[in-house]
């Protein structure tokens, strides 16, 4: 079974201030992507990262996939209220029509004004 | 809105009971996902149809089963319902892209057994 840990699993942090969130596996995937899920509403897709020590940037995010391709980190710069939310990863394997989708643990983070 | 569209959007049924619960996905995409999701267990993937046919199966009890119709439209049943079944389900769909799998998920049914 695939499993994917993020952590840490909870993070309450004041406005401005860094913060990194890091999503283990001890598998291999083909991708990995990042989504943010608000309350009420569905997880929606932040990034993909395809490639083994891939960076990408989105704003005040930067996304990076590990060399191995099992593990990935989100770092936020100067967090904001909006923010807040459930930061979930996702590890894709590849296998024609049936690509699966396995997601993390999750990371839920409150910033406060 | 992701374009994919989820009914109901909340419901309350008493244990044993059996639900349907509907998914319309974005106009064009092939796949449809199910997914359950609790605080304990997290966004678990129950089960994938491409075009009609079940393509992958997850976490998915047998008291479960789901189906694509032709006009590719999908719905998720749940039968036999206990306590701990109470979940948020998400229904996603997708396209295949050249940077892979971009799914888009509807904004889920709430279900409450009591």
């Known amino acids: 079974t695939q499993l994917l840990e993020q952590s840490p699993q909870f993070l309450s942090i004041q406005e401005g201030e860094n913060l990194t969130v890091y999503c283990n596996s001890s598998?291999?995937?083909?991708?990995l992507q990042w989504y943010r899920q608000e309350p009420g509403e569905g997880p929606v897709l932040l990034v993909t990262?395809?490639?083994?020590?891939e960076v990408k940037k989105l704003k005040r995010l930067t996304f990076q996939f590990g060399d191995a391709r099992k593990d990935s980190s989100l770092h936020i710069t100067a967090a904001q209220p909006g923010d807040t939310g459930l930061y979930l990863c996702?590890?894709?394997?590849?296998?024609?029509?049936?690509?699966?989708?396995?997601f993390g643990t999750g990371t839920l983070l409150a910033v406060q004004p | 809105d992701s374009g994919v569209t989820q009914t109901p959007k909340h419901l309350i049924t008493a244990t044993g009971q059996r639900v349907t619960l509907r998914c319309s996905p974005r106009?064009?995409?092939?796949?449809v996902y199910w997914y359950q999701q609790s605080l304990d267990q997290g966004l678990q993937f129950l089960i994938q149809?491409?075009?009609?046919?079940?393509?992958a199966k997850g976490n998915i009890l047998e008291r479960f089963s789901a189906q694509q119709f032709p006009d590719l439209h999908s719905e998720l049943n749940l039968s036999s319902l206990e306590l701990g079944d109470s979940a948020l389900y998400f229904c996603?769909?997708?396209?295949?892209?050249?940077?892979?799998?971009?799914?888009?998920f509807g904004e889920g049914s709430w279900l409450t057994v009591v």
């Open positions: 996603a769909s997708s396209s295949r892209t050249v940077a892979g799998n971009t799914i888009y």
């Open positions: 598998s291999v995937f083909s991708s």
């Open positions: 990262v395809v490639t083994g020590g």
């Open positions: 996702a590890g894709v394997t590849y296998g024609g029509a049936t690509n699966k989708l396995i």
């Open positions: 106009s064009g995409d092939l796949s």
């Open positions: 149809y491409y075009n009609g046919e079940e393509r």
